[in-house]
């Protein structure tokens, strides 16, 4: 037996491979391949595209791109270091001063910046108070920027000088939004703002002053990353690196949600894709055994027959991975053009790694799904040419299992979805799959008693799926799986939006108050009622920093980087209250009423995921440095905090009295209708010393957010239903060749067509009511195990899953009919002959 050349082998499968492009088997192999790579590729591009312009959105909370910050000036070494990668440079120093007017004095915050300031983000300001605002500009040396709040406590105006240390700077406009704000956003104190030029001359940052050093860099992340590298070995004590982790955590966490729920849509369109490889490529293989064992006969080693068809797989997967990435990157360019209201101007393009790992997957799906039976081309032996009763060896069922396993399990690995969802996915859907095939085993077993009698349209049809009890079963289970994909993430679309919506109701706080002077808490809390504004509590707010946890320096317990580690390196606000906030949760341990007397240390709640982060556990002994002062307190519970809520939320809340003798301001938040910009105007104007923060845009940013990702979502779907649709002509192309053998015979008998018809009708109707019995009941005991142990959500009853088996009847019967029609169209002669 001669070896023939790669190259000619080559050559013979592109021919063949182009003779069988007609065939319907090889276009339904191709069209599933196509749709679990542009789906792959779609979703995998959004994903790191949403994740670039959440870096670039978060980056303008910052200010910058990386900050390094400390409480001394950067070293030289660390500056040079960054304009060497070519990096944007900011500098900002920021202090606590006394600033005087021609009335009085008042303590401020001062932040001095260069002319670079910010990096991201833009600061904003009006030419007068509460007039409308204009992005952009920074104060030019010898002129400052306040806020409202220090006009008003010093009696001053905008054209009216103050004085900084023993620099004069004329205040040219009103501040009224700085991008790094959330640094200080509970801050005590007015903020002002002045040009860096202007700093030596006011004398005021003097060896031992406390004052904060902040370096702001912006440029490529491979710069970055190479500063942080060169930087970071040798930092200070004192100095600290802050990148864009400590962004708008409501923003990323609700387009968070949006990219895992995107993903589990994708993992079920390439899962019904890969069932739809597996049927296609079985029918493939089956048509080529007679092909196979000619060419054995005229010298193909076993080997080279194997070969050649998976060559004309790997030609045909190639082929449809190349058009399914082209047509993923098409998809995400529509998918973000429905996002684009929501995301920043600037959107990372993305490089080709979405398109190459979608690529691979449906590879990887295509050698998991479609291997095995291809394998089966090999072993066909010589005498089928002669005995067409002769099959192949097949391969063993840990072969065939083995592969569709790894496959699945790397297309998991490949999205990134957490266990329990895929658990959930696969396990739920396994499980209702078997119990409803065994239903329906013996369910066909016990209608043969009653067909004795039936109609002859009934017998032809149910005695067709009498026959061959388990591919029925197969079939139901392929069918139920299609209605199962599309019924759960219509489902899931619906409920868990809906539930995301509902946690932001209309009447969600659209403004914050901070910074209320104990003797204006009556007189403010009576003012917002007179404007029928409805208001969270006052909470009772003072700065503190965890010092020590159990005698020990809480530096030394916290990992690097963790959620732990940046919040005990600045003050946190605290807080006390008499009972549980709203939106608060306790987790362990008891609330204050519940406690023994007798311990003469008080207690404090923690919330639970900082609580994870530090190590803390109830019974540990807690010490704050607040104002100078030391206090002690013990772990009494641990609460889950609900941070998208928009009502005043702390990591610490102590039991009452514990604070006592502490400076002390309040803050709440409240909801007020619109229309009422007079009345705020009007709330400013009484209480010059409150802060009040609008936060309206945010709260349309995070509507619009669940808005377009319910546009989102049903445009994924489209992917799961050509999926769907793949798995469904698969199935009816793999039982053709039986169905055209079986409709000439009958034909040739006597049997009319509409009998044929009417018989299809009902053999395909009943099939797709048994699938959609078997989706209801898959699509239950799904989400609520996901309900219950993925997203912490109450579960109940789904009755409009009632109407899937009618659903399922009427798609599956009708697409079984069109998919068959070749059965009733062939000619009776030219069958029977061939045959």
Not at 176 to 201: C, G, H, I, K, Q
Not at 262 to 279: D, P, Q
Not at 463 to 471: K, N, S, T, V
Not at 719 to 746: C, K, N, S
Request: positive net charge; contains cysteine; glycine residues 10%.
């Amino acid at each position: 037996m001669t070896r023939m050349p790669l190259a000619r082998l080559l050559g013979l499968a592109a021919r063949q491979l182009l003779r069988d492009l007609r065939a319907s088997e090889v276009r339904v192999l191709f069209f599933s391949l196509l749709v679990a790579v542009a789906a792959s590729t779609a979703i995998g591009y959004f994903g790191a595209r949403l994740n670039g312009a959440m870096q670039l959105r978060a980056s303008e909370f910052l200010g910058a791109d990386l900050v390094l910050q400390g409480s001394a000036p950067a070293a030289e070494p660390q500056i040079t270091a960054g304009t060497a990668q070519g990096l944007r440079h900011a500098q900002v120093v920021e202090f606590t001063s006394v600033v005087g007017g021609d009335s009085g004095i008042e303590l401020s915050s001062v932040k001095a910046a260069d002319n670079a300031y910010p990096l991201r983000g833009q600061l904003r300001s009006a030419a007068q108070p509460y007039a409308e605002e204009t992005p952009g500009g920074l104060p030019a040396p010898g002129e400052a920027w306040v806020e409202p709040r220090l006009l008003a406590a010093l009696g001053l105006k905008v054209g009216d000088s103050i004085d900084v240390g023993m620099k004069t700077l004329r205040l040219s406009r009103v501040l009224t939004y700085e991008p790094d704000r959330a640094n200080n956003f509970y801050s005590l104190t007015p903020r002002v703002l002045m040009n860096l030029a202007d700093l030596p001359a006011t004398g005021v940052v003097q060896p031992g002053s406390r004052v904060t050093y902040r370096e702001l860099w912006s440029g490529t992340p491979e710069g970055l990353a190479q500063y942080r590298q060169a930087v970071e070995p040798h930092l200070a004590a004192s100095q600290r690196l802050r990148d864009t982790r400590d962004g708008n955590q409501q923003i990323g966490g609700a387009l968070g949600k949006a990219e895992r729920y995107l993903n589990m849509a994708s993992l079920v369109a390439v899962l019904l894709a890969g069932v739809a490889v597996a049927m296609s490529a079985s029918r493939y293989a089956s048509r080529r055994l007679d092909a196979s064992a000619l060419l054995r006969c005229l010298g193909l080693s076993r080997r080279q027959a194997l070969t050649l068809y998976s060559l004309q797989l790997a030609m045909l997967g190639i082929a449809a991975a190349a058009a399914g990435a082209v047509l993923g990157w098409l998809a995400q360019l529509g998918l973000f053009r429905l996002l684009q209201g929501l995301l920043p101007s600037t959107v990372p393009a993305g490089d080709a790694a979405p398109a190459l790992a979608g690529v691979a997957t449906g590879l990887v799906a295509l050698a998991g799904f479609a291997l095995p039976p291809i394998a089966a081309l090999g072993r066909v032996p010589p005498l089928r040419v002669l005995r067409r009763d002769l099959l192949p060896v097949p391969p063993g069922s840990w072969f065939v299992y083995g592969a569709a396993l790894l496959a699945l399990g790397l297309i998991m690995w490949r999205l990134s979805l957490d266990l329990l969802l895929t658990f959930a996915l696969l396990a739920g859907g396994l499980v209702a799959a078997l119990a409803l095939a065994g239903l329906l085993l013996l369910s066909l077993r016990s209608l043969r008693r009653l067909l004795a009698n039936a109609p002859l349209a009934w017998r032809l049809g149910l005695g067709q799926l009498l026959r061959a009890p388990m591919a029925a079963a197969g079939q139901a289970l392929a069918f139920g799986l299609i209605l199962l994909a599309m019924g759960l993430v219509a489902l899931l679309r619906a409920e868990l939006l809906d539930t995301w919506q509902a946690q932001l109701p209309k009447d969600a706080p659209n403004y914050f108050a901070l910074n209320i002077l104990p003797d204006d808490r009556e007189p403010f809390a009576a003012h917002l009622k007179q404007i029928n504004a409805a208001a969270a509590p006052l909470y009772p707010v003072t700065p503190g920093r965890l010092v020590q946890v159990n005698g020990e320096p809480v530096q030394q317990i916290v990992s690097k980087d963790s959620a732990g580690e940046r919040a005990v390196q600045r003050d946190l606000s605290l807080t006390w209250a008499q009972d549980l906030p709203t939106g608060n949760a306790l987790t362990a341990g008891r609330w204050w009423q519940g406690l023994p007397a007798g311990d003469e240390v008080p207690g404090v709640s923690v919330e639970a995921e900082l609580a994870v982060s530090l190590g803390l556990k109830l019974g540990d002994l807690l010490a704050f440095d607040i104002g100078g002062q030391q206090r002690q307190a013990r772990v009494i519970n641990l609460r889950s905090v609900h941070w998208d809520s928009f009502q005043p939320n702390f990591y610490m809340i102590f039991q009452p009295g514990t604070l006592q003798g502490l400076p002390t301001t309040y803050l709440t938040s409240f909801y007020l209708a619109a229309g009422h910009d007079l009345d705020v105007v009007a709330l400013s104007r009484a209480f010059p010393a409150v802060t009040l923060l609008q936060v309206d845009a945010l709260l349309d940013q995070l509507r619009s957010i669940l808005a377009q990702v319910t546009l989102a979502v049903e445009y994924v779907l489209l992917f799961v239903l050509g999926a769907g649709l793949a798995v469904l002509f698969a199935g009816l192309q793999a039982t053709l060749d039986e169905r055209i053998r079986q409709g000439a015979l009958l034909r040739a008998l006597g049997a009319a067509r509409p009998l044929l018809v009417k018989a299809r009708r009902i053999e395909f109707g009943l099939l797709g009511a048994v699938s959609g019995l078997l989706a209801a009941a898959g699509c239950e005991l799904i989400t609520w195990v996901l309900y219950r142990y993925a997203f912490d959500l109450p579960w109940g009853p789904h009755p409009w899953l009632l109407v899937m088996p009618v659903a399922g009847a009427l798609l599956v019967g009708g697409a079984g009919v069109l998919g068959t029609r070749r059965a009733l169209n062939a000619s009776p002669l030219a069958v029977l002959r061939d045959g």
